[in-house]
T-cell receptor, first 118, second 113 residues
């Protein structure tokens, strides 16, 4: 157990709808990262928040948005959903703003939310 | 354009033998490399990393080798155990690990008893 929790585990919805994915980081971690893993693809970085502020942005679609709240949990909002948005969405957390420095400062991943858009 | 490539989608190895997983990268700015292991229905877990100032890093049965001139790294698992069966992702970062991780597509390792 990484200490990172994600809800819901599974989500089935229809095209055009909007969903919200939730992530609670490990206790004490200030950074939250969101990743998308589509079929046969690696993990694609979407966005990072550090202590409530957006720190880095990847290939996140304009239809997607995220935020990190004062209690450090984060939500990823996906709107106007399309079939191609079906994927595993992972949240990760780390104690520092740096995605991968030092052998002990790494990202801890949650179990993911599997989104199916029909 | 994939900056981190794992060209072998899958690999089968007998228990007790060596597993070698390969990863190539194209971005010469990458200076920190990580391997993650992923079991089904779980998120990836950190396995081992290497900085570009080193060419080898070892942690128990796991060793990562980095060849900067070839832009190639490999993960060696010796001896391989059935519990090592998982998907292994290679990831890279630039600016001393300050930029977002770029992941490969993963290699599924099956260790056969």
């Amino acid at each position: 157990d990484s200490g990172v929790t994600q809800t819901p585990k599974h989500l089935i919805t229809a095209t055009g709808q909007r969903v919200t994915l939730r992530c609670s980081p490990r206790s004490g971690d200030l950074s939250v990262y969101w990743y998308q893993q589509s079929l046969d693809q690696g993990l694609q970085f979407l966005i990072q928040y550090y202590n409530g502020e957006e720190r880095a942005k990847g290939n996140i679609l304009e239809r997607f948005s995220a935020q990190q709240f004062p209690d450090l949990h984060s939500e990823l909002n996906l709107s106007s959903l399309e079939l191609g948005d079906s994927a595993l969405y992972f949240c990760a957390s780390s104690p520092t703003p740096y995605p991968g420095t030092g052998e002990q400062e790494t990202q801890y991943f949650g179990p993911g939310t599997r989104l199916l858009v029909l | 354009d994939q900056q981190v490539k794992q060209n072998s989608p899958s690999l089968s190895v007998q228990e007790g033998r060596i597993s070698i997983l390969n990863c190539d990268y194209t971005n010469s700015m990458f200076d920190y490399f990580l391997w993650y292991k992923k079991y089904p229905a779980e998120g990836p877990t950190f396995l081992i990393s290497i900085s570009s100032i080193k060419d080898k890093n070892e942690d128990g049965r796991f060793t990562v080798f980095l060849n900067k001139s070839a832009k190639h790294l490999s993960l060696h698992i010796v001896p391989s155990q059935p519990g090592d069966s998982a998907v292994y992702f290679c990831a890279a970062s630039a600016n001393s690990g300050n930029t977002p991780l770029v992941f490969g597509k993963g290699t599924r390792l099956s260790v056969i008893a």
